[in-house]
């Protein structure tokens, strides 16, 4: 760092002597070349579906055959920014040829005043995103470049943009491998549970037979009535397991009178019948982080008989693994879904049919799976704090409060 920086005023405080502050639309230019499809040619076609907001990377293509010239064309190393619901930080450092949504911008900033790769740093920014978020007055909240185009900015000299870029690039990088490491170790342990929960692989030491039974064999049904009046009204995400409604809807979406609704306790499960991505058969969660809970009676909740014969550990991986459905499957089917529901009556839920080791053997695989789990927790804190580590420098480096040595 170098801290022998003489300041001067400018219309939003004290800046770098030689920095300055210029208008978005005096340094990027934005490129509206639309794609004139050609034949046999190859380009990836990108939409906005596909932009990770973690690192700027891509989750997917659509073959650009298939595009029409409403697509915007873009080339290697130009930066791109999706204008649609710009909140949403969707945005593109372009590593290849390509064509994109209409509803993305490309930008190209002007090499004597500005480097693309400090143009990508600079429009993840809270400044950047501020402005973007003023709609140009559509229903869907949408950037408008005309009022983005004429807001200044503050634009250090090349040489310092190419150190900033620098340093911010290392952050990129180790949370984009960290990601990575993620998704593989993710994939490792969908594998281990299948492998496990199913008896296909087995522990060390392990060999007895498997039982089937029914879930009544193993569980009693909870219809605890809230009589206590507790307000910890939650709901069952698929992917986050139990929310409170305030935190999942952004306020409560239950009657103000909740006494007819279902009370669970810490430990027990519930059976979300609402079909969602990678639980096509609804989703069953046990209640970790929250002594009791409240939650409407059309979930299906239930509890272990004996916690000395049964492991509550080793049913939420066993649940987890979607292991109910293909029972599921057959007591749904005819009754069809409707208003987001499956028809799933509680009698028929408990008459699913389950296969599953003794509790030594159901203790033994929830620790595998639980260490496992633990792997991609802490890679989770790395990541998060990567991207922490990269905000706080952005927040210094790109406004001048530290200056790298050039």
Not at 273 to 299: E, I, M, Q
Not at 347 to 353: A, G, N, V
């Amino acid at each position: 760092m170098n801290n022998n920086t003489i300041y001067k005023n400018s219309p939003i405080g004290k800046i770098p002597s030689d920095w300055c502050e210029i208008e978005f639309g005096e340094f990027v230019d934005l490129e509206k070349g639309k794609y004139v499809p050609v034949e046999n040619e190859d380009l990836k076609c990108l939409e906005l579906e596909h932009f990770n907001q973690i690192d700027g990377s891509i989750n997917g293509w659509v073959n650009s055959s298939e595009q029409r010239s409403t697509k915007n064309q873009y080339k290697k190393g130009q930066v791109l920014f999706g204008k649609l619901r710009p909140y949403l930080q969707k945005y593109w450092l372009t590593e290849f040829d390509g064509v994109c949504s209409s509803e993305v911008w490309v930008l190209n900033s002007r090499r004597n005043k500005c480097s693309n790769e400090f143009l990508f740093r600079l429009i993840q920014t809270h400044r950047f995103i501020q402005v973007a978020n003023v709609s140009s007055g559509s229903k869907m909240p949408r950037s408008d470049w005309h009022y983005v185009s004429t807001f200044p900015f503050l634009l250090p000299p090349l040489p310092e943009q190419t150190r900033i870029a620098e340093v911010l690039s290392t952050w990129d990088k180790a949370i984009s491998n960290t990601q990575a490491t993620i998704e593989q170790v993710e994939l490792r342990n969908k594998w281990l549970m299948q492998e496990l929960l199913s008896g296909k692989r087995r522990l060390k030491g392990f060999s007895g037979e498997w039982k089937e039974l029914k879930m009544k064999d193993v569980f009693d049904r909870v219809t605890r009535k809230n009589t206590e009046n507790n307000t910890n009204v939650v709901t069952i995400s698929a992917q986050r397991g139990f929310v409170r409604q305030t935190d999942f809807f952004n306020k409560n979406i239950a009657s103000e009178i909740t006494d007819s609704y279902f009370l669970v306790e810490k430990g027990e499960f519930c059976y979300n019948k609402s079909y969602s991505n990678g639980y096509p058969w609804g989703a069953t969660k046990r209640l970790n982080d929250y002594k009791k809970a409240v939650v409407t009676t059309l979930y299906i909740c239930f509890k272990i008989k004996d916690l000395k014969l049964n492991s509550g550990d080793f049913f939420e991986h066993y649940f987890e693994r979607n292991s109910l459905d293909r029972g599921l499957t057959k007591i749904a089917h005819e009754g069809g879904r409707a208003h987001g529901l499956l028809n799933v009556t509680p009698s028929d839920y408990f008459d699913l049919k389950i296969t599953i080791p003794d509790f030594k053997e159901q203790t033994a695989i929830a620790q595998v799976l639980q260490a496992a789990d633990k792997e991609v927790q802490v890679l989770r804190s790395k990541r998060d704090m990567l991207k922490e580590q990269k905000k706080g420098l952005m927040q210094v480096l790109l406004t001048g409060k530290k200056r790298l040595v050039v």
